[in-house]
């Protein structure tokens, strides 16, 4: 049986919990963004998300650490159903040099590295730890990205990518279960 400071423990955490959930919207961006990457709770992150901006799916998952950019508007972040992702994931909508001043006047940094593009992941995509995704990638559906990958350019369906760059190392529908397409 609990003992009364375990049940005060427990209390409070769950009303903690409501309250968060239930007054998302109300809280200051920094703060929202701070409880939709740490709070333990996958239920508050989520609920944050989509206050951000984000759009997210049905049955989808994302664990502590996930970070986007940019801070205060997720709306273009598209998460399908049934996506897993696992902790300390980065997407990456906007990228620029932020302070720099001298870097930003360079037309390489402007045109190819400054950007603000889509990021968008199919349905059934599973993405391990530590993976970075930049600006304008497609991740197509039951796509898996291997733990520590930074993704460049668009990811194929049913595949496994991996590494630094992210390349295809395999189609998942190659001696196993057939998926449909």
Do not use: H
């Amino acid at each position: 049986m609990l003992d009364l400071s375990e049940k005060i423990l427990k209390w409070t955490e769950k009303s903690l919990t409501n309250f968060l959930y239930k007054k998302a919207i109300i809280m200051p961006a920094g703060f929202q963004k701070f409880i939709m990457s740490y709070y333990p709770n996958a239920k508050v992150r989520k609920r944050y998300f989509q206050v951000l901006g984000g759009t997210i799916g049905e049955g989808s998952f994302f664990n502590t650490g996930f970070v986007a950019t940019p801070n205060n508007d997720l709306s273009n972040l598209f998460i399908g159903k049934y996506v897993s992702i696992a902790p300390n994931v980065t997407c990456i909508c906007d990228s620029c040099a932020n302070n720099g001043k001298e870097i930003n006047t360079y037309s390489y940094v402007k045109k190819k590295l400054t950007k603000t593009e889509q990021i968008r992941v199919d349905d059934d995509v599973w993405i391990g730890a530590n993976v970075t995704i930049l600006p304008g990638v497609k991740i197509g559906k039951c796509a898996i990205i291997g733990a520590g990958s930074v993704v460049v350019d668009d990811v194929e369906a049913y595949s496994v990518y991996a590494g630094v760059p992210a390349k295809k190392i395999r189609d998942i529908r190659v001696g196993g279960r057939n998926c449909d397409k």
